[in-house]
């Protein structure tokens, strides 16, 4: 949600566009210009000075669009700011609506997005200051998010930052995940080289390295991060079969086991899926909750249709299909061949696929 505040006339008229015209923003102007269908829209009206508003509003939304001067919103904000991964998005606006800047938390914000976003819809000119989207180059702390990957650690964002947009010897090597996040159109950047592997990238000895792998590096390929950042896509499917009123920390236990065997992060899980008749088991879904994985359930005869190396005649004598945990990561995953096929551990049995590019495809559109 954003909020969007007004303190001048011709504020107001851009303030009451923005709110129409914006998915999930919310108006608050003095209420000296009230024009009396403020609560038919939706419309907050205050009293007083701005500066007393700001607080609230800070804490409360994702980001702020203030139709007020730079220099007035640079001082009230001054003494809110904690820290760029919790404040929330500044986008202000001058009074004529030609000019939209992106004032705070431009990346992680989302503020630099937003202000393209409100610019093209007022007609206006979109300031963005931050050197990766001058440059047209690579966002580090942005780089593969849209996708959903995360980082592995945030202590190199920093250096890698100021190696890319300084032109240095920059590696990327990408061992799965989205391949088309390079939305410029523009080529890649000459100082930005992709190799086909770690060991590649080593041997050509680059500045810095953006990584992007599901698996766990060994000691050797560890040396990539002395200035590298590690980023998980969301690529690894689990098929998970477990008996009724199996615990969620068996089954978590179980999962992350499994996962540390085949040297794969837990921060590559995209989804777990199952039977639908696990559909309401408590240990599944606490499991899916405590991480924020997808969670899908198939039918028997959805199950059925795919072809298994272990197929179960006493597996389809309680549940209608001759496999769960197999089958579902197949169908889930697009892969004809699984990371592993099964392995069944005390009251739990589990299959891991890789997401196959075809199906991330679908996911995206």
């Known amino acids: 949600m954003y909020a969007v505040v007004a303190i001048t006339k011709h504020g107001v008229t851009i303030a009451r566009q923005i709110g129409e015209q914006l998915p999930g923003a919310r108006v608050y102007y003095a209420s000296k210009f009230a024009r009396g269908d403020e609560e038919e ?38 003494p809110l700011l904690k820290d760029k991964k919790t404040d929330p998005a500044v986008v202000v606006i001058d009074d004529k609506g030609e000019h939209v800047i992106s004032v705070l938390s431009g990346h992680l914000g989302g503020a630099n997005e937003l202000t393209r976003e409100v610019a093209q819809l007022l007609h206006a000119h979109p300031v963005i200051t931050t050197a ?127 996962l540390k065997e085949l040297q794969f992060s837990w921060k590559s899980v995209k989804a777990i899926c199952t039977i639908d008749l696990k559909k309401d088991e408590q240990g599944l879904l606490k499991v899916v909750q405590k991480y924020g994985w997808e969670f899908i359930c198939y039918s028997p005869a959805q199950l059925n249709q795919v ?43 589990i299959s891991v696929a890789l997401l196959q590019e075809e199906k991330r495809q679908c996911a995206e559109w």
């Not at 009293?47 to 007393?52: A, F, Q, S, T």
């Not at 050509?204 to 990539?224: C, G, M, W, Y």
């Open 132 to 258: 990766s989207d001058v440059q047209k180059t690579i966002a580090v702390d942005l780089f593969g998010r849209s996708f959903g990957w995360v980082w592995e650690s945030e202590d190199k964002l920093t250096p890698v930052s100021a190696a890319v947009v300084n032109e240095q010897h920059v590696a990327i090597i990408q061992e799965s995940g989205e391949r088309n996040w390079w939305r410029y159109d523009t080529p890649l950047p000459s100082n930005i080289r992709v190799y086909a592997s770690i060991a590649d990238a080593l041997a050509a000895k680059p500045d810095a390295a953006l990584v992007v792998t599901h698996r766990l590096l060994s000691k050797n390929e560890e040396a990539i991060l002395q200035n590298g950042v590690l980023y998980r896509p969301k690529v690894l499917v689990l098929g998970v079969g477990c008996n009724r009123g199996t615990s969620a920390e068996e089954i978590e236990a179980v999962i992350m086991e499994t």
């Open 41 to 78: 829209k939706g419309i907050h009206l205050f009293e007083g000075n701005v500066r007393l508003l700001l607080p609230s509003l800070f804490v409360t939304y994702r980001g702020l669009i203030l139709i007020i001067s730079l220099g007035a919103v640079v001082r009230m904000i001054a």
């Open 307 to 349: 072809e298994i190396e272990q197929p179960s005649e006493t597996v389809f004598r309680y549940t209608g299909a001759y496999g769960v945990s197999e089958p579902a990561a197949k169908l889930y995953s697009g892969a004809d061949t699984l990371a592993l096929v099964k392995k069944k551990s005390g009251n739990v049995t």
